[in-house]
C-alpha cells in the first residue's frame, strides 16, 4: 500500500490508487486484504482511478478498539474524501454488504458494485449465523484463532476434510493472524438477512452480480438485492464462482461505472 489516511477515529487506513479517472474503490471480503482485488483493480486502471484499501486490522491498516460497523463506513469515508471526494464502490461477498451500508448512510458515492453478498434467505440460515455468530465470539474471545478459521470455512461450505488439509497448509498462519477480524465482517453481516429496509434507501444505480457456477443461494441473494434497491440490475457472470476471474469481471463493471 502506497498511501495511508487516517479514519473518523484516528486508524491509519492503508491504501493504493492506480490509473486515470473516475475514482472506484474497491471493498474486499473476509479473510483477505486489499492486494486480493489488486488484479482487478489494474484491469480497471485503464479506465478508471481504482483505489484497494485495508480495513481495518488487515494488511497495513491500523485498528482501534471498539469495533462497529459505523467505524468501517467511517473508514470508506475517509478513504473516499482521500482520492477525491466522490467515488463508486465494488465490494464482493461481506465487502459488498459493507458498500450497500456506505451508500445507503449517504457517502459521496455514484454508483456501487456488489458480488455475491452472503445474505441468508430462510430462518434456518438465520439460525445458522446466529450459531455461527456465538461460535467464532467465544473462540475469539478464548485466544482460539484457528478454530475461528475453521468455523469461517465451514460456513462458507468447505468439507471438513479439507479444512483439516488447510490447517497443515503454510498460508494457515496468515490466515490466524486475520482470524480477529471475522467478527467485523459477522457484525456487518448482521443477522444475515437482506436488509430491505437499508437496501430501500440506496438511491444510486446499483449492480448486483453473481457467478454462474456459484451455489444458487447466493445467486438469488444477489437477485433479491437487484429487485430490493431502486435503481438495481442483475447480471449472471457464467462459468464464474464465489472466486470471480478479475478478466471476466472487469469489463462488467467498467460498462456499469463508465455509463
Given amino acids: 500500500m502506497d498511501n495511508k489516511t487516517l ?10 490508487r492506480s490509473g486515470q479517472g473516475p ?4 471493498v474486499h471480503g473476509a479473510m483477505s486484504t ?7 483493480a489494474a ?7 481504482a483505489v484497494v484499501y485495508d480495513r481495518r486490522g488487515r494488511g497495513g491498516s491500523g485498528d482501534t478498539a471498539p469495533y462497529a460497523v459505523e467505524r468501517e463506513v467511517e ?3 475517509a478513504v473516499i474524501e482521500a482520492v477525491g471526494g466522490e467515488a463508486s464502490l465494488y465490494g464482493i461477498s461481506s465487502g459488498g454488504a459493507l458498500a450497500l451500508r456506505a451508500a445507503a448512510s449517504g457517502l459521496p458515492v455514484r454508483r456501487v458494485a456488489v458480488y455475491e453478498p452472503p445474505f441468508v ?13 456465538r461460535d467464532l465470539n467465544e473462540a ?3 485466544g482460539r484463532h484457528g478454530d475461528a478459521v475453521e468455523l469461517f470455512l465451514r460456513l462458507t461450505g468447505l ?6 488439509n488447510a490447517r497443515q497448509a503454510p498460508l494457515w498462519a496468515g490466515m490466524e493472524a486475520l482470524a480477529p477480524t471475522l467478527a467485523y465482517d459477522d457484525a456487518v453481516m448482521g443477522d444475515g438477512r437482506i436488509p430491505r429496509d437499508l437496501l430501500a434507501s440506496v438511491t444510486v444505480p446499483v449492480l448486483a452480480t453473481a457467478g454462474g457456477a456459484s451455489p444458487g443461494p447466493l445467486r438469488v441473494a444477489a437477485q433479491q438485492v437487484a429487485q430490493l434497491v431502486p435503481r438495481g440490475t442483475f447480471r449472471t457472470l457464467e462459468g464464474q464462482s464465489h472466486a470471480v476471474e478479475a478478466e471476466v469481471l472487469a469489463p462488467v463493471l467498467a460498462e456499469f461505472f463508465g455509463s
Fill in 75 to 77: 473508514d470508506l469515508a
Fill in 34 to 40: 486489499g492486494g486480493t482485488l489488486a488484479p482487478l
Fill in 43 to 49: 484491469a480497471l486502471s485503464e479506465r478508471f482511478s
Fill in 7 to 16: 479514519s473518523r477515529d484516528g486508524t491509519p487506513l492503508a491504501h493504493h
Fill in 159 to 164: 468439507a471438513p476434510e479439507v479444512v483439516a
Fill in 121 to 133: 434467505l430462510d430462518e434456518d440460515g438465520v439460525r445458522e449465523r446466529a450459531q455461527y455468530s
Fill in 23 to 26: 475514482a472506484v474503490v474497491l
Fill in 140 to 142: 475469539l474471545g478464548q
